[in-house]
């Protein structure tokens, strides 16, 4: 199956998150559920959240048995919904250029683009592998930040003083609010 370039995958998302955010019908306050419902279906089409994950988590991944990752994907996947929905949801419809596709490998790509505010451009990386026949988003790169770095960092220092059980229940919390 070919997927066709990683560019074209990349953005027939964002496209998709576009149209849901520039929808009339769902801006009212009451159809935020209803937003919020249908950026989880494009990202459940777009992001990998195992391979995300994996490399989220690095050699600590090994450490964990099969119920416990994934459970850390799950949680995980409902930190960053926490972390970014609300920001995704702020978009004001500033551009969004498609700048480049670098192929790393034959099953790896990155692909780079930029949204234009009215004060600045802020360039956004899409690290993307192809699996399954179809490309997959593992991680995004903000201003030079790394997604997948920035929570590895975080995840190395909570295991570094406890256990993959701890950490769950650390993130278990965190997806309550606590």
Same mark, same amino acid.
């Given at each position: ?15 998709? !998150? #576009? $149209?849901?955010?520039?929808?009339? *019908?769902?801006? /009212?306050?009451?159809?935020?559920? %209803? ?43 409902? !930190? #960053? $919904?926490?972390?970014?929905?609300? *920001?995704?949801? /702020?978009?004001?419809?500033?551009? %969004? ?43 995004? !790169?903000? $201003? ?13 220092? %909570? ?20």
């Amino acid at each position: 199956v070919y997927a066709g370039p990683p560019l074209d995958a990349v953005q027939a998302n964002v496209n998709k !998150v #576009l $149209e849901v955010l520039r929808d009339p *019908k769902l801006k /009212a306050a009451s159809a935020k559920e %209803i937003r919020k419902e249908k950026l989880r279906l494009i990202y459940e089409r777009m992001f990998d959240d195992v391979e995300l994950s994996k490399r989220t988590l690095s050699r600590h991944w090994n450490s964990m048995n099969v119920a416990q990752r994934k459970e850390f994907v799950l949680l995980f996947r409902q !930190v #960053l $919904e926490k972390a970014y929905i609300d *920001k995704i949801l /702020a978009y004001t419809d500033e551009k %969004i250029v498609f700048d480049r596709e670098n192929m790393v490998s034959e099953t790896q790509a990155e692909i780079q683009t930029i949204i234009v505010t009215a004060s600045k451009e802020i360039p956004i990386t899409y690290r993307v592998i192809l699996k399954g026949g179809a490309w997959k988003v593992y991680d995004i !790169v903000i $201003e030079n930040v790394s997604l997948v770095l920035n929570y590895r960092t975080q995840f190395n220092d %909570i295991l570094a003083k406890n256990t993959p059980e701890q950490l769950l229940e650390i993130l278990r919390k965190k997806v309550k609010g606590q």
